[in-house]
């Protein structure tokens, strides 16, 4: 990934905890509101040396005491100390204005597999099967790497990104170490993301790998068949018939 010099823009004033100027841990001066999400708002900034930075500011709902606060700082610390091939790492985290959490990591000078589907969509085309593979190889090859020390938790198309020269993983462990039944209520909330939530996490149990592997499963059935949704119930009816057996 390469990294560069951010430019400033100024932009009015957002529903959201920062704006354009504003500096996140005193340390981050925020550009610009990129996008909101299950996991939080994130920003585009730059950090003491001018370089972007994407800095992902958790709801204050995800982590309501010091103690859940600490316990998921301390293992996003955990992560950060190792490299994990075509997964972004998280190189700084904190507590920022009215206590909130934020995570920073490196820009990814890319694109979000969402806004290329949409895009695809929209022009009334589907990706090629070279392409389909090549993106379901960068996932699972990221999340063999990922998996050896955290379940991702968050595998969705808004959480995969394309660059010129990879596939890679972003807010990766950062579901997984959140307070299981607060992460299933606000993924409740994200409609978009809920054909990829495998249902013992919608129930409120801890993500772990089988659950990235059910994402894995509808994201691929997407990619294929254009349609996440119908292939999630098919994997809850066939989960349902072998308990049944």
């Known amino acids: 990934m390469t990294t560069r010099t951010a430019e400033p823009v100024t932009i009015a004033r957002p529903a959201a905890p920062y704006a354009s100027g504003d500096r996140i841990g005193g340390r981050y001066e925020v550009l610009e509101a990129f996008g909101v999400g299950p996991l939080g708002t994130t920003y585009r900034a730059r950090d003491p040396d001018g370089m972007a930075v994407a800095v992902k500011v958790l709801p204050t709902q995800l982590l309501n005491t010091p103690v859940e606060q600490q316990g998921f700082l301390d293992a996003v610390t955990q992560n950060a100390r190792r490299t994990f091939e075509h997964v972004v790492p998280a190189i700084d985290a904190g507590l920022g204005a009215s206590s909130t959490v934020y995570i920073v990591s490196p820009w990814i000078y890319g694109v979000s597999l969402r806004r290329m589907l949409r895009a695809y969509r929209a022009a009334e085309r589907q990706l090629a099967p070279d392409q389909v ?63 990829y ?21 509808a994201l691929a059935s997407e990619l294929l068949f254009g349609d996440a949704a119908l292939t999630a119930q098919a994997q809850v009816n066939l989960r349902a018939l072998e308990g049944s057996v």
Not at 204 to 216: E, M, P, Q, T
């Open 133 to 195: 593979l090549g993106v379901l190889l960068g996932v699972a090859s990221a999340l063999r790497e990922f998996h050896t020390a955290s379940a991702h938790g968050a595998l969705y198309p808004e959480s995969i990104h394309i660059t010129a020269d990879a596939v890679v993983l972003a807010d990766a462990g950062l579901a997984a170490a959140l307070p299981p039944a607060r992460l299933a209520s606000q993924m409740e909330h994200h409609p978009d993301v809920l054909p």
């Open 197 to 217: 939530i495998a249902p013992e996490v919608r129930a409120g149990k801890r993500c772990n790998a089988g659950a990235d592997f059910y994402s894995f499963g």
